[in-house]
């Protein structure tokens, strides 16, 4: 027989698993668009949005379509989502090329996903304002981070922004956590994952840990589309 404690902490896993689960399958209102963007290139963008779609794909009975610059043919996309591409010179027209990448599509689903990547600083304004939540993704490295916090505070006074930090060198130390617990927005910490660094094209096989965060980042972009925002001051 397991130790008690051993219990306890499986029992308290499923009934937060069963709590994830019931958060992620609370209905939309409506239609929806959640953004992913990153502040740079090749920090995690696109992964983080694959793998988002593809929980929420398993996790749900609606529909979903992902819209992404990455090719659409890549091994990340084996599970079976609805994927449309956008060009990679999209930046002189983003939302026009949306527009043209997607057409009515967006109609016949419930959620869209963009996988925008790197975007210039002066598109995010835009960007934001044609979503209705929005991850932006960092390298785990101060500088940057301490951007796109001041980017995404700025951007939440509008509309729901979470952070995603990506450790994608594996050279920082244990106070990365304590760091992004400590953050003023919701914030979710990748850690190093040397089979993507190695196959940056490859299908994540994400720790047991990191999958786990992964599910909680899916669930809470749906809360941020489905529940009220509380005030905060500016």
């Not at 996790?59 to 996309?77: F, G, N």
């Not at 598109?123 to 301490?146: D, G, M, Y």
């Not at 953050?183 to 660094?197: G, I, W, Y």
């Not at 809470?220 to 500016?234: F, H, S, V």
């Amino acid at each position: 027989m397991s130790p008690a404690w051993l219990r306890a902490a499986i029992s308290s896993q499923a009934r937060e698993l069963e709590d994830l689960a019931e958060m992620m399958n609370t209905p939309l209102p409506v239609r929806r668009r959640v953004a992913f963007i990153s502040v740079t290139g090749g920090c995690g963008a696109t992964t983080l949005a694959s793998e988002v779609s593809r929980i929420l794909v398993r996790q749900w009975t609606r529909r979903l379509l992902l819209v992404t610059a990455a090719d659409p043919q890549s091994t990340r996309y084996r599970w079976p989502p609805t994927v449309r591409s956008l060009p990679a010179d999209c930046w002189n027209d983003p939302l026009g090329h949306w527009d043209e990448a997607v057409s009515d599509a967006h109609l016949s689903h419930d959620l869209t996903i963009t996988d925008w990547g790197a975007a210039p600083l002066v598109q995010l304004r835009s960007l934001a304002e044609h979503a209705h939540a929005l991850c932006l993704v960092t390298p785990a490295r101060r500088k940057l981070i301490q951007s796109t916090l001041d980017v995404g505070w700025e951007l939440s006074k509008k509309h729901p922004v979470r952070l995603a930090i990506v450790d994608i060198a594996g050279d920082v130390g244990p106070a990365l956590d304590t760091l992004a617990r400590a953050l003023p927005l919701p914030t979710t910490l990748l850690h190093h994952n040397r089979h993507l660094a190695r196959n940056p094209q490859a299908a994540p096989k994400l720790s047991e840990p990191d999958a786990l965060t992964v599910y909680k980042l899916a669930a809470g972009l749906i809360r941020d589309l489905t529940q009220p925002r509380p005030e905060r001051a500016a």
